[in-house]
């Protein structure tokens, strides 16, 4: 009995220590997301519904999956996904690519151009306010430990790790900016600093080249190392795609 109320209070606490980016953000900002009417991420949303139903190549995803409302609901939670065919975890983005190419006939897009960035945040929003729930054990086990190993490599001229700012610093001011904890719940995201939606990869790069250090290529398996080791930390967080950041 003793044990399980303690079991309880130390799963409180771990999900307490956890916080998302939202919570690190002003009362304006926060407003803004709170307001799908003032959120600007919601113009990528419309061109992603447009898109969903828009014939390209032989069908459209309606087509195949139906109405996206029920078809995706929980799918952006589970990603970065270990793909068996391919022997590597791949983010939504490459699955929904993946889709387009393979199963539409359609026409390859640009990673993080408009249509891809739309696609994805319309998939992502119907997963909004569920908990993360990557997978990591199994065949994907391998690729995690490669992420928390870059996670906690030390990187660039300045020689700092991720960890060394959004687990040892986070809550600290750097420059105008509080250190958030970094967690990836809200991708893709609008950013009042890109004045646009960009996607995790973008964030990531920007963090890098923070450090002077060089970034991951965009293709790159690292990347989604450590997309899936961001996102396995971030578990039990809600989605909030598209969220609205400083
Ligand atoms: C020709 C039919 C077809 C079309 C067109 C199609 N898909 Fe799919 N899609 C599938 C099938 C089949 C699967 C695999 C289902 C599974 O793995 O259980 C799938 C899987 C997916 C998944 C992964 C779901 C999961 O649970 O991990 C996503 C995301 C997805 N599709 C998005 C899209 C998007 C976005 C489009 C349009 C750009 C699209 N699909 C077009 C047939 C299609
Ligand atoms: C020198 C400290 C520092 C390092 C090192 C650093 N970051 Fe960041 N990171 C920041 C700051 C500051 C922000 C917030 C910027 C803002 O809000 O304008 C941020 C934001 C983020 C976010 C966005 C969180 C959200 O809520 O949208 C993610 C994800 C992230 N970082 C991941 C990483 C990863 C992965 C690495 C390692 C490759 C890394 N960061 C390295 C300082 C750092």
């Given at each position: 009995m003793i044990r399980r109320i303690l079991l309880a209070a130390l799963l409180v606490m771990a999900a307490g220590e956890r916080h998302s980016g939202y919570q690190d953000a002003s009362p304006q900002v926060r407003a803004m997301q709170d307001d799908d009417a003032s959120n600007p991420g919601f113009l990528w949303i419309q061109q992603g519904e447009t898109l969903w139903n828009e014939r390209a190549g032989?069908?459209?995803c309606a087509d195949c999956h139906g109405a996206a409302t029920t078809a995706m609901r929980g799918v952006a939670a589970r990603y970065p996904l270990f793909d068996a065919r391919l022997g590597r975890p791949i983010t939504l983005a490459q699955r929904i690519e993946q889709c387009r190419v393979e199963r539409q006939g359609a026409a390859q897009v640009l990673a993080e151009s408009d249509e891809a960035l739309a696609l994805t945040a319309y998939v992502g929003l119907q997963s909004r306010g569920l908990p993360l729930s990557v997978t990591t054990g199994g065949p994907t086990r391998q690729f995690y430990a490669a992420g928390k190993a870059l996670f906690e490599k030390r990187l660039g001229q300045l020689n700092l790790a991720c960890a060394q700012c959004?687990?040892?610093?986070?809550?600290e001011r750097l420059g105008g900016a509080v250190i958030p904890q970094g967690h990836p719940n809200g991708y893709p995201e609008y950013r009042l600093e890109w004045q646009s939606i960009g996607s995790l990869e973008r964030r990531i790069r920007n963090c890098m080249q923070g450090v002077r250090a060089e970034p991951?290529?965009?293709?790159?398996l690292e990347l989604v190392e450590l997309e899936l080791y961001l996102a396995a930390r971030a578990n039990g967080l809600a989605v909030e795609t598209p969220a609205v950041r400083p």
């Open positions: 032989s069908n459209s959004h687990d040892d610093r986070a809550g991951f290529a965009a293709d790159s």
